[in-house]
């Protein structure tokens, strides 16, 4: 019977930067996704690298940086290994009517005409600048599942784990709707759905994610070049993509995990949107759609080893997932390698909720 040196559930952006991550250490690798890979949390997002302390909780901070200064090695690699092209955007982050007080170097470079013409005058109060990146999910994902295959990961999709088998008192494997699988670790990946998977069948360990819903469409600019810059608000934020594409989002809702979408919301995102770039009367609407997101009682990822050994988590991540993808699979590899890992995990260890 085959048995994988790892387990991975779930095929979002973590549990597939994780498997390339466990593939380079000759690690023989398994995931196990509900769906098909990249297309839930993964698909949804929006994609800004938001690292900068403006945003990002202190307890966060040292991640958030060093998983940002790896991006474009991390992009390069996959467009590399997948022949894929992931659309990483250097223009950096306009922040329009925050009223933050930031350092000199968040002042704007230029003046905000210059920067982006396009916005509205009276929208431009208080305008900063933050040098940070942005990067088209689903590219990015499927150029992650495309290298994790080609490195020889092993997949099986639309297959739901309900069980991590546990045997003589540590993980072994995982039951599925379909079948049972073997393996000498098992990790966690399953964003907003982590807490359903239970532990042995009468000891289920406490994952205390939820899903955190949010809406957002797509526009096609009149012109690829009509906004450069990732433009932040109070009320919404648009990420141009290098196609022409224009992200508008998004609400953070507590709904369960209901995916559909409200008009009246997307509605009102546009309507903001339209205040902001007023030339976006003229931009045709692509789509719209719902993702959940992977929320925590205090908002931050869950990473680490479980007391069950051989049962590790690696979940949580809210709206910082895309960010925090490549470094949640360095530090991670090095704790299911029995490594210490580089940044310290303290504040995000599974033990903290028990």
């Known amino acids: 019977m085959k048995s994988w040196d790892v387990i ?3 095929g979002g952006i973590i549990g597939l930067s994780l498997s390339i991550a466990l593939r380079k250490r000759g690690a023989d690798v398994l995931v196990v996704e509900r769906g ?53 955007r250097s ?23 210059e920067l982006e013409p396009a916005i509205e005058e009276t929208a431009a109060a208080d305008a900063v600048y933050l040098n940070e990146r942005s990067v088209d999910p689903r590219a990015l994902s499927a150029a992650a599942w495309k290298t994790a295959k080609n490195r020889g990961v092993d997949f099986s999709s639309g297959d739901e784990v309900r069980t991590v088998y546990i045997e003589n008192g540590r993980a ?8 049972v699988f073997h393996g000498e670790k098992v990790v966690n990946c399953a964003g907003a759905w982590s807490g359903q998977i239970k532990l042995g069948e009468i000891a289920p360990l406490k994952i205390p994610t939820r899903p955190v819903k949010g ?3 797509c526009l096609a600019m009149p012109t690829r070049t009509l906004l450069q810059h990732v433009i932040r608000t109070p009320r919404v934020y ?12 998004a609400t953070v ?10 008009p009246s919301t997307i509605q009102r995102q546009h309507r903001a949107a339209l205040e902001v770039v007023p030339k976006l009367r003229d931009a045709k609407i692509l789509e719209d759609w719902a993702g959940l997101r992977p929320g925590t009682p205090d908002a ?3 990473l680490g080893a479980t007391a069950t050994p051989g049962y590790y988590v690696a979940t949580g991540h809210f709206r910082d997932g895309i960010l925090l993808a490549p470094i949640t699979a360095q530090v991670m590899t090095a704790v299911i390698e029995g490594r210490k890992p580089e940044l310290d995990l303290a504040a995000f260890y599974p033990s903290r909720f028990h």
Request: avoid cysteine; proline fraction near 7%; charged fraction near 20%.
């Open 36 to 88: 098909e890979p990249g297309r839930e949390a993964s698909h949804a997002a929006g994609g800004m690298l938001v690292d900068s302390f403006v945003e990002t909780p202190s307890a966060l901070q040292d991640l958030a940086t060093a998983s940002a200064r790896m991006y474009p090695e991390f992009v390069h690699e996959l467009e590399l290994e997948s022949g894929m092209k992931v659309d990483l």
């Open 215 to 217: 809406q957002m469409l």
């Open 8 to 10: 991975i559930i779930g």
């Open 172 to 179: 072994v494997g995982v039951t599925t709707v379909k079948t």
């Open 253 to 262: 809702e507590e709904a369960g995990f209901d995916k559909r979408t409200d």
């Open 238 to 249: 648009l990420i141009p993509r290098s196609d022409g594409r224009l992200l508008v989002g």
């Open 91 to 113: 223009q950096g982050t306009i922040l329009l009517g925050h009223g933050h007080s930031l350092p000199s170097a968040a002042f704007l470079p230029r003046p905000i005409a």
């Open 300 to 302: 931050l990822p869950i």
